[in-house]
């Protein structure tokens, strides 16, 4: 047999963080190797050491991060013990890395073809910009494009063209398409998966989505804590997990139970907390004829009851968010009507203090959200204050009041804190109490979970449910995201180019799809995890076979 050097070998990989008490470790001991052109999906929750892996392989690991032990080779290149100019020769030309936010990884200020150049240029590669673009599927026409004319997907496609760029045997996607729906999501994996079949590089693939990885890779390692717990093969791992905390992160995937019936509500149709009646928002004007040249939002009429949870679902660029934003008066409607509780939303720059705020939102990144030099308690104490009849509130009662509601508790060990000493879903649930503090009848959330790890993310599905039935709120749901709508929602709506295509209860909607997109929302969902038992759905093995 002949002897085969590993794309990847890691040895005993121990790193740690310096800080004031010590250092304190993040990778313990790990050991694990990729063969050329396998496919590894490396698995687990924020705060595991997924990406402090990723960092430590390129030796992009930057203070206060610090390497205490172990062996990394790369097609046997020790990079370790490399000097500085070995190691930067190294990156692109033999392993690179694409990282989760692909708008963090673009110079805003330069076109996509100087940026692509430039990697080209670096490295001598031999492929021209043009066809790094035609590779991952993007017109080479958008290559005098900046970044921020691209879209999500687009934008991540450049980076992984860069990434493939120099032909390197190993590239390490590190979260690439978290933020992205998935529909996007499924052809960009549809894409490295080509890709890889055509040129032979291995891949190892960092998430916490298990699902994913049962429809991409060929071998999971799962990590916990800093250490790996369970190496398996995805057939094998599918059949079954053999660690306990194996079987609590697929278990913590919201899944639709087909077998349970309809939970049918009893809805107060007659006063529907949100109304709207061909509602339209159109951006920019051509100015040859006075045409909109964007129509986010055409013609949409809708209804939700008091206490009902609607899921409204769609790809990015749907008009979705543009939706959820006119009806808490953040966006204004180019024409149709929106009620609320029986008012017209109000413009948030005519509100006044005794404005009705029948309905509020809670944001997909709460972390923008809030003011990083303000306390936790500032904020919600500033929501109740603003909120009318605030005068008749013991506010500090109220702020504490709150926390609980959200199951921040103790609220005293949260008042002083400020939001970057706040996990993930800790912030979440500050977004949702404080978009409670105005008492509102609609609860407008707006990807609420899709940053989120899968625990993390039912957890909070499950709070929503929860302030709707204690709290008497109904809850606009939005998301592209089907196995979570199923998951929360009373009813779903589709909407697709600014118009709702289909609409009905959830498991009607999700079990029998009546419309073309629908069906393609619910076939793109990673693992088979949106479709009834006894169906398969292998979209990125056919697609690239």
């Not at 910009?129 to 879209?151: C, G, K, T, W, Y």
């Given at each position: 047999m002949p002897d085969i050097t590993p794309a990847l070998e890691i040895v005993d990989l121990s790193v740690g963080y310096a800080g004031e008490t010590g250092m304190v470790p993040a990778v313990d001991g790990v050991s694990f190797s990729i063969a050329p052109g396998e496919f590894m999906g490396l698995a687990g929750e924020s705060g595991c050491g997924k990406s402090t892996i990723a960092q430590s392989i390129l030796r992009l690991l930057r203070a206060p991060g610090i390497i205490t032990g172990g062996d990394i080779r790369i097609a046997g290149h020790d990079m370790l013990t490399s000097d500085e100019a070995k190691v930067r020769e190294l990156r692109w030309r033999t392993a690179s890395i694409v990282l989760q936010n692909s708008l963090t990884s673009?110079?805003?200020?330069?076109?996509?073809?100087?940026?692509?150049?430039?990697?080209?240029?670096?490295?001598?590669?031999?492929?021209?910009?043009?066809?790094?673009?035609?590779?991952?599927?993007?017109?080479?026409?958008?290559?005098?494009?900046?970044?921020?004319?691209?879209?999500?997907?687009?934008?991540?496609?450049?980076?992984?063209?860069?990434?493939?760029?120099?032909?390197?045997?190993?590239?390490i996607l590190d979260e690439p398409t978290t933020a992205l729906d998935v529909i996007v999501q499924q052809e960009i994996f549809v894409t490295v998966k080509a890709l890889q079949q055509q040129m032979g590089f291995a891949v190892l693939l960092i998430t916490h989505d298990l699902p994913?990885?049962?429809?991409?890779?060929?071998?999971?390692?799962?990590?916990?804590?800093?250490?790996?717990?369970?190496?398996?093969?995805?057939?094998a791992f599918r059949r079954h997990q053999e660690h306990p905390?194996?079987?609590?992160?697929?278990?913590?995937?919201?899944?639709?139970?087909?077998?349970?019936?309809?939970?049918?509500?009893p809805k107060d149709v007659a006063h529907p907390v949100l109304e709207t009646a061909h509602l339209v928002k159109a951006y920019g004007t051509n100015p040859l004829t006075g045409r909109s040249m964007l129509m986010a939002i055409n013609d949409v009429s809708f209804r939700l009851a008091p206490r009902e949870i609607v899921a409204l679902v769609g790809?990015?660029?749907?008009?979705?968010?543009?939706?959820?934003?006119?009806?808490?008066?953040?966006?204004?409607?180019?024409?149709?009507?929106?009620?609320?509780?029986?008012?017209?939303?109000?413009?948030?720059?005519?509100?006044?203090?005794?404005?009705?705020?029948?309905?509020?939102?809670?944001?997909?990144?709460?972390?923008?959200s809030l003011n990083p030099l303000h306390t936790i308690g500032h904020h919600l104490r500033r929501a109740?204050?603003?909120?009318?009849?605030?005068?008749?509130?013991?506010?500090?009662?109220?702020?504490?009041?709150?926390?609980?509601?959200?199951?921040?508790?103790?609220?005293?060990?949260?008042?002083?804190?400020?939001?970057?000493?706040?996990?993930?879903?800790?912030?979440?649930?500050?977004?949702?109490?404080r978009a409670l503090?105005?008492?509102?009848?609609?609860?407008?959330?707006?990807?609420?979970?899709?940053?989120?790890?899968?625990?993390?993310?039912?957890d909070i599905l499950n709070l929503i449910a929860r302030l709707r039935d204690e709290q008497g709120v109904a809850v606009l749901y939005i998301t592209h995201d089907m196995v979570s709508a199923g998951y929360i929602a009373d009813r779903i709506a589709v909407m697709h180019r600014g118009q709702i295509v289909e609409e009905g209860p959830a498991k009607a909607i999700l079990m029998h799809p009546q419309h073309e997109y629908t069906r393609r929302l619910i076939a793109a969902?990673?693992?088979?995890?949106?479709?009834?038992?006894?169906?398969t759905d292998n979209h990125l093995t056919e697609a690239t076979t």
């Open positions: 673009l110079n805003p200020v330069k076109t996509i073809k100087w940026q692509l150049q430039e990697v080209l240029d670096r490295g001598g590669g031999s492929k021209s910009p043009a066809e790094l673009l035609q590779m991952v599927d993007i017109d080479p026409r958008r290559l005098n494009a900046f970044p921020h004319e691209l879209s999500g997907g687009q934008r991540q496609r450049v980076v992984i063209a860069m990434a493939l760029a120099l032909s390197p045997q190993l590239v994913l990885l049962f429809d991409v890779a060929d071998r999971i390692a799962v990590m916990k804590d800093g250490k790996i717990v369970e190496t398996a093969t995805v057939e905390y194996s079987r609590t992160l697929l278990s913590a995937t919201p899944r639709i139970d087909f077998a349970t019936p309809d939970v049918i509500r790809a990015s660029g749907s008009g979705k968010s543009t939706f959820g934003r006119m009806v808490t008066g953040l966006t204004r409607p180019s024409s149709g009507d929106i009620i609320v509780d029986g008012h017209t939303p109000v413009p948030v720059s005519r509100r006044r203090k005794s404005t009705p705020r029948a309905a509020q939102m809670v944001f997909q990144d709460v972390y923008g109740v204050i603003s909120a009318p009849h605030a005068q008749k509130v013991d506010v500090e009662a109220r702020v504490a009041s709150l926390l609980t509601e959200v199951g921040l508790t103790p609220p005293a060990s949260y008042l002083d804190r400020r939001p970057h000493e706040l996990s993930g879903g800790q912030r979440q649930r500050v977004g949702l109490a503090a105005a008492s509102p009848k609609l609860l407008v959330a707006d990807e609420p979970v899709s940053m989120l790890d899968v625990s993390i993310r039912r969902v990673p693992g088979g995890l949106g479709l009834p038992d006894g169906h």
